[in-house]
């Protein structure tokens, strides 16, 4: 029988072999290493038989050399390992340079760098050790950031929580001798023209007559125009009283017959009083005016025991104490005034829980709702502000939000909530989660962290905020001052708060990875940080151009800068390779600039300017080293002033961790000097805790 001719082997065209290939991608035939094994294929990408033996790297169009053993020993492992080497080390080359690029352009983590995805560079052997080894993963991960405690010889002792940033770093860090020379001089100045009589709250044994008190109100028509500047500048921060009451109702009343006035409303419009002197712009910064009407308030507020039977003014009047000790920058400090709106916040009890259940009028449930809502806003600001928990939990208030006045409809019938109401949602879903999940005794995760900052990011404001106003626009609201100080507060609530959240993972980032902090688990958190410091700084020059003369009044707002400044200087100190030191070293200038400005009507200022242009000379040092160049510098004035107003202990350049995890909100225990001569001269100042070399500077 003859045998049979042997089949010719069929030559496919180029088209037709790449017509199989599609197919074999898309998985409509077996791949080519089962096909040239005669093995059954499964047909998925990659398939079964090629992933069991090790060899999905190929599949589904490419096959390994012929080779003894090759159906179940690779023959090529040691080439294919290499190229998976080479592949990896280019795959994080190009993540790292996309984790810059995305940095400079948004704050958002780039889609392509999801934690799935960042695990595609390493094979399965690094999948078993991970395995062999189980770890937290990162978002699972936390930070010691118990927080700072600073302890004097004296005994005194403040503590700094996580999310404390600026207000911990220079009271930690600044030496305290210039400090307190500064607060001396500041003191003495202020102290002139002040009664004698004058006591303090609430510390009074021998209370002050009311008439005594009411021989010291300007007349009608300065009490109006003060008035006016606490309602246009200071109610921002903190309006227990509406502009129709104040001037409706309230003045009308005292100036009617002031003797007949309670002591508690007395105290109020004092203090309306001296918040008003301090923005007022044809007065000087801190003035004497202002420290008048601020110890007569105090004086008024301890007429009677305020304590036992508060009132409704007397939760007003400790508020608005509170917030003077927040602005009036020389003497007091940001930690007298989150006691005394602890106090605050202790003495409206009653007003948590909603009025109108108790069937009051609507004018007393809209008063009582809306001085709640400011007292809870203000108490939980300072609260995050120092990393220390706040007085009261949302959980047990009630209360609805006041009737908001500046609500308006949107061209598609939506309600666009004003101002009041923005301030009192961010405070009651944003702030109060932050202090929840950050400033409790565990160290929150890091899914956690990630879980808050979307729920920022989400947050909407009103339409009528305008923070970067342009001149062609309107010259008048350009250069307004209430206008501008609103807009700025407001536009600013988003970026303060990622400060408070990523400030410690910042800080622990570079900490971990010194030379490329975006290779730590938490780079996510170096980014953020880098770019809302970098919004606030440049918000802050936009703010200084509109009204300088009122930014610089505004000192808690500063404090932000300051934190921002350090930030940015960090980045181009730890990582001066990296494509956005540059942008960070113009952002440290700027701030410089601007404490510069500042510097010339506040000592505060000037200790601030001492750590930044300090900063910036290992800033531009590293900067330089990096692009192998060496660059001189020749003294200046600046440098001088520099010098002689140093506000650093010397420091060597190995304490630059130490700093830095102190201003991340890690674990530490400072011990200071105290000078007794600052215990026994403000021994009669409310603002005495904080009038010591403890005084913590913006």
Wanted: glycine content about 4%; aromatic content about 8%; proline content about 5%.
């Amino acid at each position: 029988m003859p045998a049979e001719p042997r089949r010719r082997q069929k030559v496919f065209t180029e088209e037709e072999l790449k017509d199989i290939e599609q197919k074999r991608i898309r998985g409509e035939l077996s791949c080519a290493e089962c096909r040239r094994l005669k093995l059954k294929c499964d047909k998925k990408v990659p398939c079964g038989s090629c992933c069991r033996r090790g060899c999905e790297s190929i599949c589904p169009c490419g096959i390994l050399s012929a080779g003894q053993g090759t159906r179940f020993v690779l023959a090529d492992t040691d080439h294919l390992h290499r190229k998976i080497t080479d592949m990896s080390t280019r795959i994080r080359q190009l993540e790292d340079a996309l984790a810059i690029l995305q940095a400079s352009v948004s704050s958002d983590r780039h889609p392509l760098l999801n934690d799935d995805l960042l695990r595609v560079k390493f094979g399965a052997e690094a999948a078993k050790q991970q395995q062999a080894e189980p770890l937290l993963p990162p978002e699972n991960q936390a930070i010691d950031a118990l927080g700072t405690l600073t302890l004097t010889d004296a005994g005194d002792m403040r503590y700094f929580g996580r999310s404390a940033g600026s207000e911990r770093f220079e009271q930690t860090l600044i030496a305290g001798e210039e400090w307190e020379e500064l607060s001396d001089l500041d003191a003495n100045a202020e102290m002139s023209g002040i009664p004698d009589y004058t006591v303090s709250f609430p510390f009074s044994s021998h209370p002050v007559p009311i008439p005594d008190l009411v021989r010291h109100l300007p007349s009608l028509e300065r009490a109006q125009l003060l008035s006016q500047s606490y309602i246009d500048h200071a109610s921002l921060f903190f309006r227990p009283i509406k502009s129709d009451e104040l001037f409706n109702s309230f003045l009308p009343k005292v100036y009617g017959d002031p003797t007949s006035l309670a002591s508690e409303s007395l105290a109020m419009l004092f203090f309306i009083l001296a918040l008003g002197a301090l923005f007022d712009l044809t007065l000087s910064p801190y003035n004497k005016e202002a420290e008048l009407y601020y110890k007569l308030g105090t004086s008024a507020l301890s007429v009677r025991p305020a304590l036992d039977t508060p009132q409704i003014d007397t939760v007003r009047a400790v508020g608005l104490l509170a917030t003077y000790h927040s602005m009036a920058s020389k003497k007091y400090s940001r930690d007298s005034a989150w006691c005394s709106m602890s106090l605050a916040a202790k003495l409206a009890q009653s007003v948590n829980r909603d009025s109108a259940r108790w069937g009051m009028d609507a004018t007393t449930v809209q008063i009582r709702r809306t001085l709640w809502w400011e007292v809870f806003s203000s108490d939980v600001s300072h609260s995050l502000a120092l990393g220390r928990p706040p007085s009261i939990h949302q959980s047990f208030a009630d209360c609805e939000f006041p009737t908001d006045e500046e609500a308006t409809l949107s061209d598609s019938g939506e309600i666009e909530y004003g101002f009041w109401r923005m301030k009192y949602t961010f405070a009651r879903d944003i702030f109060s989660a932050v202090v929840d999940a950050t400033l409790t005794a565990k160290s929150p995760s890091y899914t956690t962290v990630l879980d808050l900052d979307k729920k920022v990011r989400q947050m909407s404001f009103p339409s009528s905020v305008k923070p970067y106003v342009k001149l062609e626009d309107s010259e008048e609201d350009y250069y307004s001052s209430a206008k501008s100080l609103r807009d700025f507060y407001a536009s600013q609530h988003r970026t303060v708060t990622m400060l408070y959240l990523h400030r410690s993972f910042f800080a622990q980032s570079i900490l971990d990875h010194p030379s490329n902090p975006l290779l730590s688990p938490f780079a996510p958190s170096f980014l953020t940080a880098f770019r809302s410091a970098s919004i606030l700084i440049k918000a802050a020059a936009h703010q200084f151009d509109r009204c300088a003369n009122m930014a610089m009044r505004v000192w808690f707002l500063l404090y932000h800068i300051f934190s921002s400044a350090i930030i940015v200087g960090c980045v181009v100190t730890r990582s001066p390779t990296s494509n956005i030191a540059p942008g960070a070293l113009l952002d440290l200038e700027l701030a410089i600039r601007i404490f510069e400005h500042s510097s010339a009507q506040s000592g505060r200022a000037k200790i601030a300017l001492g750590v930044l242009r300090k900063l910036k000379d290992k800033a531009v040092r590293s900067y330089s080293q990096s692009q192998g160049k060496s660059v001189p510098r020749e003294p200046d004035s600046s440098d001088q002033q520099s010098s002689s107003a140093s506000p650093l202990s010397a420091k060597q350049d190995d304490d630059s961790e130490d700093e830095l995890a102190i201003f991340g909100g890690q674990t530490k225990v400072l011990t200071k000097s105290h000078r007794s001569k600052h215990r026994s001269q403000y021994a009669n100042s409310p603002g005495s805790a904080s009038s010591d070399s403890s005084t913590s500077p913006p």
